[in-house]
């Protein structure tokens, strides 16, 4: 009676849809459904499972929960064995973008997290929660129910899909949050819910939309608000009369429904004609829409989102009522059982316990299939769990199984290519899987085989060939897999190459910067000794001569290791305080450590003061000394006073060169305290105008000397040699000073850049001092001829004295000049020993930097070549204050010894001159020393810059060699390498050039 009611309700409805179908289409004036390439009609079997109602399984004893019902990454269990959970409670939580947790689907005990055989095709095995049931009671921990789901923010309701672990149950289980985000990339016009349900057997759709028609309306309701769509549209095979009377009743009374706000958009029940697969996500949009998505595309792609009628279910019950994905309707079916139906079974349940549900029959299952016939798999055990997207467990019997059938030739028959709706070519593909010409079979769209066997059912030659087309893709996959891993590898190569690399660089930037501040504290300390020195020199006239620079360098030093050391001794008190491990007597000893420590400091600092007080207190007395000097002596300043300034000249500039580098370092790369950088140009540039200043000065003062020396010269009196070299050195000066005005006036005009009038007028200028020092040095030169002509006795005297008393002075001595018996104390003269043994081994470390550098075309070869200057100037220094001090020695040990009676008579000093008597002999000796001497570093210095010379040429020439045959990846680097040897070749040449100069002027 229900049966035969049931069948004219079908007849009926089926009537009804057809003709509601037919009359919109006809409405519209245009064909409302479309068709879509090949499907076939295979027997649809659905009577046997879709006659009884839709009930819910017994709780389960056990369920056996796997980490991965979903596409994406597998959950992470959040449960330990032995707890207890409550149904829906969460047992594993998502992890990356794609993934679902998994809820607890009754209520238990966790009694294993293992590896278990899970329903996949591969048959492999998956991580599972398994729980086991702890009594009758289906204790719930349920989500906050939102039955005002309107009320929520849209991105709510998004995080409740995902926090409910609600996935797609008609496909491979694709996160449905992740599918309601598609509107944030793609513009969506049509939802669709596809009810066509389409494979033979299953029926669980079916059901769900006979049985909860409003839950499925109100689920649409919710995801067209996430994905807001134009229409909804519900498109069901016509073999579901009764689903079609459901959910246009649904419609009807939602509609009615005026406590509810009126639907946005065009909801319809759309019934296509039975066809498989149009239950295919591609073939139903196509007969829907009349869209196709393109090869390897999505829905999206032409603004469509399909869900499947269990998914919007779980939707629905996950929003309004809090319900976690626990469950899900599966169609217990086939030959094999005695009473199919659907079920709505808890996700964990063994299959054979749904089975018995159905009644097995005596003569047992032949074989068990999840999923139907055309796209299933078969198990291999009823002992595995129900998961997310188990629809169906279709169980045949032996008659019901035919024999398996022997796969024949291939016979280019072309059915597999009429019934394809994917529009593709089986066979080719079918010989590409077989032949493993995978790249082939990609080429041939295999990626857009939906799996539906329609070839396989068509194929006279009974050749699987959905089997082919699984293992083709699983080897792609794996092949893609590995494709990844190794460019992931490499990425990770790549990276740690390039974060040594960037590791490296810092480094080499610290290693710089320290070797800058080395070399600036180097140039700082040169300054100063310049200074010094010149002061020493200047001071030389003085009776009361100041510390040397030597000294307050040792002074600085002393006071610096004390810092240091004062330093460490508080660093490693701090450190035993830090840790606590230290006893109470090694504190002590350490805070002893420190205030020794500081006792150093304040008496190194002490001594320092005194020192810098007493240079300081004995410029003054220098500064008054020239004009006694000149009057005294008539001699011109020395060259060594010249030579100092120009080193001082050169060490300022090289600041101002550093300076600016800094500065548009840190400009260019936007790091650093730019305004402290400007600040120290500036600072830069006002020292270099000084030292130029200076310069100046002193070359005027020395061509004035010479010219005053060539007056007296001309008026009678004679020129004394060292008035001669004098005026010579000043000729080479001013020689250098005109060629490097010329060489800046041309760099300057070929690059257009820099102040073109005022260097041409400083080259007039260094011509005209040339000009005034070749005019003065000729009538020196001539008078001295002159004068030896007439008088060579008295001159010879007269200068000899002249230039013992000036060069002795220079020299630095503590004996004062009209005091000439004062003896150095033999700790002055190991103490000046010290400073000579410390100025050489100085000169060597800058000689072998020097000889580094030239080797290796790294490093300034300019600033090296000042330091090794400086370090030789120096020496000589050191040298001329030892000599001195040692020669007052001997003349005070031979004067209390009765030197009178040992020293024969010395000549007798020019009138004028303040001579030292008695010590003429040993003063001469002196000065032929420090003649000596300064040739010996004077041809020391010329072979060195010699051999920098050719070093910096070689550098350059391997340099542009290497430029000449580099790739474009390395060109910038060996072009910045080419353009500083080129820098320090020229360096290199121009201290040639001067030092060649200064040994012509010899
Ligand atoms: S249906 Fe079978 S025999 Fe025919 S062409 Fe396709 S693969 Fe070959
Ligand atoms: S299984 Fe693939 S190739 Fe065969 S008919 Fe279906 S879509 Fe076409």
Redesign the pocket.
Known sequence: MVLSLLKSMVTSSRSAATAEAEHTQKGQGAPRVFDFH?GIHPPEHKALSNRAPLVAAPLPHEVVLPLSQHIGAPAQPLVEIGQRVKTGELIARAQGMISAPVHASITGVVTAIEPRQIPHVSGLEDLCIVIERDGEIDEWARLEAWRDWRQQEAQDLIQRLQDAGVVGQGGAGFPSAVKARVRERHAIDTLILNAAECEPYITADDLTMRTHPEALIEGLEILASLIGPECILIGIEDNKPEAVIALEQAIRARRADKRLPPLDSRLEVVVVPTKYPSGGEKQLIKLLTDREVPSRGLPADVGVVVHNPGTVRAVQRAVCFGEPMISRVVTLTGEALQHPHNVEARLGTAIGDLLRLAAPSASGIARLVMGGPMMGFTLESDALPIIKTTNCLLASSPEAVPAPAVEQPCIRCGM?EQ????E?L?QQ?YWFSKSREFDKAELYNLA?????????YVCPSQIP??QY?RFAKGEIRTAQHEARKSERARHRFEFKQARMAREEAEKEAKRQQRAQAAQKAAAARAETATAADTTSTASAAAPSAPAAATDLKAFKTARAAANIALKKAEKALKAAQDSGESSASDLAALDANVTAAKTRLASAESALKAASEASESAAPAAAGAPTANTATTGAATPAADLKALKTARAAANIAVKKAEKALKTAQDSGEGDIPALESSVTDAKARLAKAEADLKAASEASESAASAAASTSATGAAAPAADLKALKTVRAAANIAVKKAEKALKTAQDSGEGDIPALEASVTDAKARLAKAEGDLKAATDAAGAAQGTDKGPVASAAAGSAQTTDTGAAGSSAGAAAPAAAAPSADIKALKTARAAANIAVKKAEKALARASESGEGDIEDLQTLLATAQENLRAAEVRLNSAQAGSTDATLATKGAGELIPEAPKPAAGSVGRGSMASNVTLSQAEIEASRAENLAKRHKQVSIAVKAAEAAHRKAEAALSETDDENRQRLATKVDRTRRNLEHARESLAEVQALVDAQ
């Open positions: 090949g597999c019934a394809c709706p994917a593709l089986p593909l857009d085989c939906i799996e539906c066997g329609a070839c396989s060939l959905v087309y």
